[in-house]
């Protein structure tokens, strides 16, 4: 019985008879921008609870006695159990409703870090950040599927870029919010414990305005509309439809207008999914792949970063923090730029992904031969990793968007993100293993030294696999 009911709270919304065509012209522009909105807000909420870590870790190593072995344990843990989150989540978010699942999922991490921040054992630390990692797997997947069935393939370059940046959002202001709360409140735990009851607010908030497809509210697929339709994005009208006495919360109620035929899209089976649209799909492969390699690029600064200019460039708490903000920051104006060129350029999101790599090897570089103290040269570096990798790591997932099916992208996108946050386990985890092995034989700066070097070769292998991506266009 409770599984039963669990079932029917995650089931995917039923279709309902079609709405009058004036009214679908009417509504469908507004709802595409609420679904924008909400899943804007909601996953930005999810890196709130995810990257409030890196920037308080020397700090709460300090007052525990933590080592950098056992903190780099602590981030390969969270790493790999939020890729397999991920790749699970994202099955299982193919076929459910994205208001409750995703609503769910951050009620669970905002859980995770209320617990974090209460508890001082490093085994519950270890066992509580790896299930916050699997529950944050149920952030991404379900704005996939929100996106892709929302909005077409045509202007997916744009659309999902200007969404993507939710990413840079959220990550921008964790590490401020994390310092902040430290620094305002005292001690290490308020790091988690902020974030978390803004987490609990955002799941309140995706239940209120979060829906799932456009059938589920009486409207025609994103395929039907553009062809019966053609409305554009920025015709969208913004205020709010007129609500009726007695209305559900959950769908608009038209009962007593004339309605059309049921437009039904059937879900995926297991096979279909797993098998036809990843498993035996060569490409989601080597997008996999070099999705490894680039979630090196990206989260090497981010997991490590405070802690490497803390130590080697003479930063401070605040410093650190902002270090975090800059690389995600940069990466907002030229995820949304970059998205829409890769449209213009006929759907040629690998060329594009390629080109950005350079500039990021120029700025690790750039990082590695930066003087003690110079932090605004660090900075700069990080802002433009930042801003060329982020336009990188939603190019991946758009091609993969491009190459399957709207009702398997929660699933490929899984795939594809285990390898990355693979990439960032081994990352985590070796760049702890090495410090704390080659910083008693070679010194702090020259074991950091290696430790960026390792990283330069990583975004060399991102770039060499995106390269066979160069000609790769959307299947239309």
Known sequence: MIFSAIRRFFAAAPHRPELPPSEVKRLYPWYRWQILEATFIGYATFYLV????????????????????????????????????????????????PRTFMATGLMLTALC?????????????????????????????????????????????????IWNTSHNVGGALAGLLAVYAVEHFGGWQHAFYVPGILAAIGAIYLLWRLRDTPQSVGLPSIEEYKRDYGSALSASVRQDPPRR???????????????????????????????????????????????????????????????YLREVKGADLLQGGWAVFWIEIGGIGSTIVLGWLSDLAG?????????????????????????????????TMLGI???????????????????????????????????????????????GWMLAWLEPLYGKNTAWDIVIYATLGCAALAMFFLAFTWRLKPRS
């Open 50 to 97: 995810r990257n409030n870590l890196s920037p308080v870790t020397k700090d709460m190593a300090g007052v525990l006695h933590y080592d950098t072995d056992m903190i780099g344990t602590i981030m390969a843990a969270t790493a790999v159990s939020y890729g397999v989150g991920k790749f699970f989540m994202g099955a299982l978010s193919d076929r459910c409703n």
């Open 113 to 161: 870090n209320f617990a974090f921040g209460w508890v001082t054992s490093y085994p519950l630390h270890l066992a509580l950040w790896s299930l916050n990692g699997l529950f944050q797997g149920m952030g991404w997947p379900p704005c996939g599927r929100s996106m892709g069935h929302w909005f077409s393939e045509k202007e997916r370059g744009l659309t999902f870029s």
């Open 385 to 431: 990793i930042g801003l060329f990798i982020y336009p990188v790591i939603n190019f991946i997932v758009i091609m993969a968007l491009d190459l399957t099916s709207k009702k398997a992208i929660g699933t490929a996108a899984g795939f594809i993100g285990l390898f990355g946050y693979l990439g960032r386990m081994a990352y985590a985890k070796g760049t």
């Open 245 to 307: 006495e007695g209305q559900n919360d959950n769908v608009l109620d038209y009962a007593s207008a004339p309605v059309g035929p049921l437009s039904v899209e059937r879900e995926l089976t297991t096979r279909e999914l797993f098998i036809d649209n990843v498993l035996a799909h060569p490409w989601i492969w080597l997008l996999a792949i070099a999705n490894f390699f680039a979630y090196v690029a990206r989260y090497s600064m981010l997991d490590w970063g405070p802690m």
């Open 347 to 379: 759907g040629r999101r690998g060329m594009v992904a390629v080109l950005c790599m350079l500039p990021i090897l120029v700025a690790f570089g750039g990082i590695l031969f930066t003087p003690a103290g110079q932090l605004w040269v660090a900075f």
